[in-house]
């Protein structure tokens, strides 16, 4: 067996947290997993993991062994896919999902470009500001903002995305410019929620001179579309927090003004999530790659945009 066999399976046992586990994920038994573990500490000198009856616990240099190992993986992934897009006729559908902004400014303006280049690969684009199960839904791939649950897929990080508290001037004349996060609570500011069904509360976590602090706003507005609060705040309803990208023409024309400029929003993660999986389809890896380097380009120079303002 390879050694890049017993490194694949060493990753799978560390994110599944079980050598059945692991097997069954890669299709093999209980006893090759093992064997692989202890053919690859036996090859490294040091032990991966702690081992009990009941549980499975990586050690320190399984820990680090662990980051090392994802990235070698990717290389190899990317190498193969390479291979493959040079010397595989891609065809077929591509399911993908991403929220609403995500979608709409970054992902479907660029569709056309990918499809034009590969004429025989069909683009399936699901548009939600909802979380998405890529097992349940049968999708290959998702992008989404903020942190996932914990999850056995893989994520691919794009970029750290700025965000802004943002009002409609005529708000703001009726209500004040609050400075901070503070004044937004004290002065009863109308703070519009992006919202799910089962939330109990919600937060922003705002950039204080002592560093991040959560602060618990209220508003009458709510709603799961992220579009719709840039309406409302454009309608001079309330505050919104909008990722830059989403509201930089609106800042640049000064329909929506920045508020609580001395706490702004921390920066919200932006990533792909998709399949942990051997031999991954080729125009699935070719798309992410694609769509990575586009939307990284695109959400740096909004922010140069937005700044210049």
Not at 37 to 51: A, D, M, N, P, V
């Amino acid at each position: 067996m390879s050694y890049l066999e017993n490194v694949r399976t060493f990753v799978r046992v560390y994110e599944l947290g079980s050598m059945s586990a692991a097997g069954r994920d890669l299709r093999i038994s209980p006893a090759v997993t093992s064997s692989r573990i202890s053919q690859l500490e036996e090859h490294l000198g040091i032990r991966l993991f702690q081992r009990t009856t009941r549980n499975l616990t990586p050690t320190e240099q399984g820990k680090a062994f662990y980051r090392g190992s994802v990235d070698i993986l990717e290389a190899v992934e990317n190498a193969e896919a390479q291979v493959a897009n040079i010397t595989v006729n891609l065809r077929g559908s591509i399911f993908i999902a991403a929220p609403l902004g995500v979608g709409r400014r970054l992902i479907a303006p660029r569709l056309p470009t990918f499809l034009d280049k590969y004429p025989e690969v069909n683009a399936r684009l699901r548009l939600t500001d909802r979380k998405v199960d890529l097992t349940a839904e049968g999708l290959d791939l998702a992008f989404f903002l903020g942190q996932p649950e914990d999850s056995n897929l893989k994520i691919r990080k794009i970029a750290d995305v700025s965000r802004v508290l943002c009002a409609a001037p005529g708000y703001l004349e009726r209500r004040g410019m609050p400075r901070n996060g503070d004044e937004l609570i004290s002065q009863g500011h109308e703070c519009m929620n992006l919202r799910f069904p089962g939330a109990t509360e919600f937060r922003w976590l705002l950039n204080t001179p002592t560093g991040p602090k959560r602060f618990r706003i209220s508003g009458r507005y709510e709603c799961d579309d992220g579009d719709v609060l840039t309406e409302w705040a454009l309608s001079g309803a309330g505050i919104a927090m909008k990722p830059v990208f989403e509201v930089a023409e609106h800042l640049k024309s000064g329909r929506l003004i920045v508020v609580a400029p001395e706490t702004p929003p921390e920066p919200v993660q932006m990533a792909c999530l998709f399949a942990h999986r051997r031999g991954q389809d080729p125009k699935v890896r070719l798309f992410m790659e694609f769509m990575i380097e586009k939307i990284a380009v695109d959400i740096g120079t909004t922010v140069l945009h937005a700044d210049a303002s």
